[in-house]
């Protein structure tokens, strides 16, 4: 087994001129069950272990007190643990289960099962997933099924269910803390895992899997097939490995942030590959947000709209992106509305060669693939990269250089003609941003020249290699100076402020329509930026989207900003809220039939974006607004709102937890400090 010693240890996220943690005592990546086995049963009694995927969480839920175990070396240089496995599935598959997938229907009403080991990326798996099953191996699900039934209906393409908007974490990374997509007719990433291959303390190691589902009646495998495969000497004996078909512990296992040990692998199910047509539409938050909580037959608010292309399937998603910094004299912001619809795959096949690309690893060796990983998110129109479908605005802005250099040339074009003109030439920029169609601003003409001058003097000086976060906060601090005393040129420089943020937000979340691949359009992650992914500040708050306190939650975010910018901070970043539905998982945020997942991300260069997540936090975690924090971002949580927010739910957790007698090698100061002990 490969290990490291006194070694640094860092989060994808952090800032990378800075190190997270300067020493660890030992970093180990295991490459098989037996070696995961081997350091769980090894472990020195005073030690403890934490398992780590692609590092992608912003909270310190992958953080050990002693010991890091990789599943995925995140710089790539050791072997990741990631195969995908074809013991269990087909080879130990309940026989009836087997016999019932030999219906040709099978496939498009209840999908597939696919097992892989931990360190599986998302990219990685959904580029597999997209690779056509000759069926002509056994070993493969496609192949075994063609064997017995004479039909290759379980060749593929496949899909994941839901996704969030990033496929660099691992799928294990993904699920055990929470992670969703904005599908509210679903629930999260976790409930589509239909077993687990847990290994705790002592080496003991559990097939956990769920009972009474009627895809899988009488259960999904074979208890013969399992204790000869996993009950062999080389993984400690028949007496180490178990066998548990119970859905509490299922569904607590599924969202436990590493908490019961080291997970080896998992089955999910995924489904028949799919198209999805992405709708985007620029609104007003004040607009807008009344129909978020309205959603009924006579009232379907944002959840019902009818695509208007043939076949016109029902919505399935919806996230509103929130412009923080107000325009109109601090009255409006602006919001871009996003909705989804689930097509057949000939509507929309665009994104495999953009996203995936070709196999280019040998014949036998495991599947390496040219684009996986390793590109821009996808884009409808080329020869504008940053208005791409999906992805974060930050990711977006972060994607041209040169497009952060013309929005400031159309700023600085606009106010010097304004000017010029004495105030007649009103462009569609001032018209939108300033009240009263911009005669507010007649009294502020030579304030707006000065303006005009240190917007042309920033422009000569840009260069588009720069930090995006070091050069707004440049320009930020240029046109929000809190030592300036004339009011008047004060207000100017707001003012220009203003109309740069809404020229930003105009062309990120403008109105678009397109359609490709399930996950060119739900991956929408730069995998090619170092500017905007690194040094970010993020907070994710769970609400019941029916609750009124959703909204005042934003409404505050929007005042607390109106503050700042006063002040002379500013926040460059987004409030984005996501649908879903309810989740199985015992400790997933997803609480209520219709959850609304609030994202509050900032780059941390821009002072000011720190500020606003620290009030977000601090705010949801106020007892009187009931929000519920994501486990995978920031999270300062202690026992007692924890406690709070999850009550007997906590409880059943915990119960569960103790039938693996507590697994006291895995607890962390996280853990200890949220309450994710026995």
Known sequence: MHREYNRSWTRFHDDPRTVLLNQVSEVDYPAS?????????????????????????????????????ESHDPQDQVQAMDRTLTDVVPGCLHPTVLERMKDEAWPARYGTLIHFESGKRIYQAYAEMEQIDQCDDPKTLGGYIRQISGTSHFAGPWAFETLGGAGGQTVVGAF????????FDRGAVADSVVAVHLVADGGDHYWIEGVDDQRYHPHLTDDAKLRALYGAPEFGGPSKFHVIRDNNVLNAVRVAVGRFGIIYSVVVRATPQYSLWERRRLHLWQDVKHQINANSAGNPGLFQDPLGQPPDPPQRFLQVVVCLTPHLNFQRNLVGVTKRWQVPL??????????????????????????????????????????????????????????????????????KDFVESNGAAVGAG??????????????????????????????????????????????????????????????????????????VFQAMQGDQDYCARSYAV???HDYLDQSCQHNVASVEV????????????????????IQQELRGKSFLGYASLRFMGPTQATLGMQLWDRSCAVEVAGLKD????????????????????????????YNPANRQQVERR????????????????????????????????P
């Not at 055990?176 to 599908?183: F, L, M, P, R, V």
């Not at 959703?550 to 005042?559: E, G, H, Q, S, V």
């Open 522 to 524: 739900m991956d929408g």
């Open 606 to 633: 821009m002072s000011g974006s720190e500020d606003m997540v620290e009030y977000a936090t601090q705010l949801a975690l106020n007892p009187n607004m009931g929000g519920v924090l994501h486990w995978g971002q």
């Open 542 to 561: 769970f609400f019941d989207a029916n609750d009124s306190r959703l909204i005042a939650f934003i409404d505050a975010l929007i005042a607390f900003e």
């Open 430 to 503: 001032i018209a939108a941003v300033a009240a009263a169609g911009g005669a507010g601003l007649l009294t502020m003409l030579g304030a707006l020249a000065l303006v005009a001058l240190l917007i042309k003097e920033l422009l000569e000086a840009f260069d588009a290699d720069d930090r995006l976060g070091e050069a707004l906060e440049a320009i930020k601090n240029k046109l929000l100076d809190p030592n300036e005393p004339d009011p008047i040129k004060r207000a100017a420089g707001l003012f220009a402020w203003q109309l740069i943020a809404y020229g």
């Open 33 to 69: 069950l037996a070696e995961v086995i081997e350091l769980c049963r090894d472990r020195p009694p005073q030690s403890r272990l934490r398992a780590a995927g692609s590092h992608w969480a912003l909270s310190e839920a992958a953080i050990s007190d002693d010991v890091f175990i």
């Open 346 to 415: 000939a509507m929309g096949p665009q994104g495999l060669t953009q996203r995936v690309g070709s196999v280019v690893s040998p014949a036998g060796a495991p599947l390496v693939f040219d684009k996986a990983g390793k590109t821009h998110p996808y884009a409808p129109d080329e020869d504008h990269p940053e208005r791409a479908g999906s992805g974060s605005l930050l990711e977006r802005i972060c994607s041209s250089g040169s497009f952060l250099h013309g929005v400031l040339e159309y700023v600085y074009e606009e106010i």
């Open 646 to 677: 999850f009550g007997a739910r906590l409880t059943a957790w915990r119960g569960v937890l103790g039938q693996f007698n507590g697994s006291g090698g895995f607890s962390s100061a996280f853990t200890r400090r949220t309450g994710l002990e």
């Open 176 to 183: 055990s803390t929470g992670t969703h997509g904005g599908d």
